[in-house]
Every structure is written in structure tokens, then in C-alpha cells.
């Protein structure tokens, strides 16, 4: 029985004049191929009255990618907008990358950006954003989040937003800060050979010195992570200390023993009218000062010789061999006593009143 029919193939109606019962005979008569995964209403095998209306939609296989996840899907649907619905895909608030109105060819490839919460945690506080932006950096972008230089994020800018995706983000700072730094002092050696070896003498006291320091700082999250130096000042310069070695290297001298010595001793005494009360006193005085020891130094004042001469170098006025020759060292040390004290007893009483003479 011929009768005409309206078909509708994907969105484009035209009438048909076919013979044939049923829908199945319509579209053969029309030569309109269907296959397994065509939409055909009425169905294949229902029959279709003459002035009846045939919908076909061809089955296309396209690329979904949701939320950064790509999958193959066949679908029935002419524009965007439906395949969207056919995918059950919650649409409000959803960011597509084409029209809802736009048709779907076969192929097709269709981002599809759901509207998701993403909770940054900035300054603080932890802030809920609402957002269909594919990428995280267009989602802070689309939160209303400005990231200045140095900022870091616990995630890849790049990186596929996700529902629930938690966000760190670290604020960077800089600043500048002074401080106040040590310089410590040098020490410079000088030798001395009118000094005897061994002897070391400060003669010059070092003193530290003392800079201020300017400098930048870069932070992230208030923790500082980089200083740079960008000024110095030097407020007080140090001061160098100056040591004196001493590099005389004293002969040995003559085998004289305090016995000896003491015996030159009352010999020269005498000479001076000084009697054996007077000597007693003497051998007391140089007793305490060097036990009658030829050779005896105080490092540390530099006194000389048996009567302690300070500095010993004094005992060259009665002759140039004063480290070594007891009888110069006790004629020196006469002269002094007589000249200073009187007598021998007159020293002794000065010294045990003082300690020294």
C-alpha cells in the first residue's frame, strides 16, 4: 500500500512516497540505512500509517572528557546540550567546551567541567569556593584568589580541579632587617732581640671591632627562607694586638752558685764599711728576690739577676756583663740599696713593711 511519510534523519525532515507496512519497509524503500545503536521511533517493526511521522538518530561514538577524565561513549544525540542530559552529567553550572546548541559530528571531542567545591586554605583561613573552571589555576582565578610572585601552591597550577580538591596556599613576603656583627681582632707578632727568648709580651691590647649588616629577606608562609647581604657598615674598626717575642737567646752562665755569690757578696759589703749584722740583712732581702741566683727572671716584669733589677738591662751602667757576672750584678745592687736605703737592714725593713724594695 503506498502511502507518504515524514522522516526526520538527524534533524533533517523530508517527506517520503514508499509502499511497505511497516517502519522497517519505509526507510528500506527510502534507502535510510540504520544499524545497532540507531535511535528509530517508531521501532522497526511498527507499522506506519500513510501521513505518519519516522524520527532516526544515527548512533556517533565521541570522547567525553569529565572532569579531566576522558571516556568513549555512543550517543544518539544531535547538539551538545543533549548529549550532555544523555550522559546523566549534572548540568548547572557545568563549563562545556562547545555551545549546548552546537551539533555533535561523528568524533567529536567534548570537555565537560562540572561545578565543583574546592577549599583553599590562604591567610589564614580556609575559604570555599564554588567553581567549574577545568584547571586549578582557573579555578582560583574564577574564586577571585590573586597569587602575586613567589606564592606557592600545594598542587600544580595545571593540574585537573577537583571536586573536594584541597588547596594549600603559602604567601611569599619580603622585607629587610639590620643587625649587628663582631669583627674580631688580628694579632701581629714583633720580635725583640734585647728580650730574652721565651718572653712574651702584650704591647698592644687588641679590641674587637663592630659592623651593622643591612640586608633583604625573602619569606614563605612567615618563615624566612633566603637573606641577602645589601650594606655594611663599619662602626668600630678592631684594633690589632701587637705581642713581643723575645729572641735573645741568653748564654749559659758561669757555673756561680748561691754560695758563691754570696761570699762576692760580704766580700763587697764590707768594702762598704757593712759588717756581718748588715751582711745578714742582705742575704735575707736577696734571699726572698732570687736566692742569690744568678740567672733569676721574672718573665713577667722583666726584673734581672740577684738583686731583681727592673728592667736587669739598669746593671749595664756598672758593666756589659751584667747577665752573667754575679760581682757586676752585686755592685749594681749595692749601689741602689745604699744610695735609695742607706744600708742593707734600712732595704730589709722596707721590704718586709711593703713586700718589695
Known amino acids: 500500500m503506498h502511502k507518504s511519510v515524514s522522516v526526520d534523519v538527524d534533524g533533517a525532515a523530508r517527506q517520503v512516497s514508499a509502499f511497505g507496512r511497516t517502519v522497517d519497509d519505509v526507510l528500506a524503500g527510502a534507502g535510510i540505512d540504520v544499524g545497532e545503536g540507531d535511535l528509530v521511533a517508531p521501532a522497526l517493526a511498527d507499522a506506519i500509517a500513510d501521513g505518519g511521522e519516522i524520527v532516526v538518530r544515527h548512533g556517533r561514538e565521541i570522547t567525553v572528557a569529565l572532569d579531566g577524565e576522558d571516556r568513549t561513549v555512543w550517543t544518539t544525540a544531535l547538539t551538545v546540550g543533549e548529549a550532555v542530559a544523555d550522559l546523566g552529567v549534572r548540568g548547572d553550572g557545568a563549563r562545556l567546551s562547545a555551545s549546548r546548541s552546537a551539533t555533535l559530528g561523528r568524533g567529536a571531542v567534548l570537555r565537560v567541567s562540572t561545578l565543583k567545591t574546592i577549599h583553599l586554605a590562604v591567610d589564614g583561613q580556609v575559604i570555599d569556593g564554588l567553581t567549574s573552571a577545568p584547571t586549578v589555576r582557573e579555578a582560583l582565578k574564577e574564586i577571585g584568589l590573586v597569587l602575586a610572585d613567589g606564592d606557592q601552591v600545594s598542587v600544580p597550577l595545571a593540574a585537573t580541579s577537583v571536586d573536594g580538591l584541597v588547596v594549600l596556599v603559602t604567601r611569599a613576603a619580603q622585607g629587610s632587617g639590620t643587625t649587628s656583627e663582631v669583627m674580631p681582632f688580628t694579632e701581629r707578632i714583633v720580635e725583640d732581640d734585647s728580650i730574652a727568648a721565651g718572653t712574651r709580651k702584650v704591647t698592644t691590647t687588641g679590641r674587637a671591632g663592630e659592623r651593622q649588616i643591612t640586608f633583604a629577606t625573602d619569606s614563605l608562609g612567615g618563615a624566612e627562607v633566603a637573606r641577602t647581604v645589601i650594606a655594611e657598615v663599619v662602626l668600630h674598626a678592631p684594633v690589632e694586638q701587637v705581642v713581643t717575642v723575645g729572641t735573645r737567646v741568653v748564654p749559659d752562665a758561669p757555673s756561680v752558685t748561691p754560695g758563691s755569690a754570696q761570699a762576692i ?26 736566692h742569690w741566683n744568678v740567672s733569676a727572671e721574672n718573665t713577667s716584669s722583666g726584673a734581672y739577676g740577684i738583686p731583681q733589677a727592673l728592667p736587669g738591662s739598669k746593671m749595664a751602667t756598672v758593666a756589659d756583663d751584667w747577665r752573667t757576672n754575679p760581682a757586676t750584678q752585686i755592685t749594681w745592687g749595692l749601689n741602689y740599696i745604699g744610695g735609695r736605703y742607706g744600708t742593707p737592714c734600712g732595704a730589709w725593713q722596707s721590704f718586709t713593711a711593703k713586700g718589695w724594695y
Open 265 to 290: 757578696g760580704k766580700e763587697l759589703a764590707a768594702a762598704r764599711g757593712w759588717g756581718d749584722d748588715e751582711f745578714s740583712c742582705l742575704v735575707e732581702l736577696w734571699n726572698h728576690e732570687s
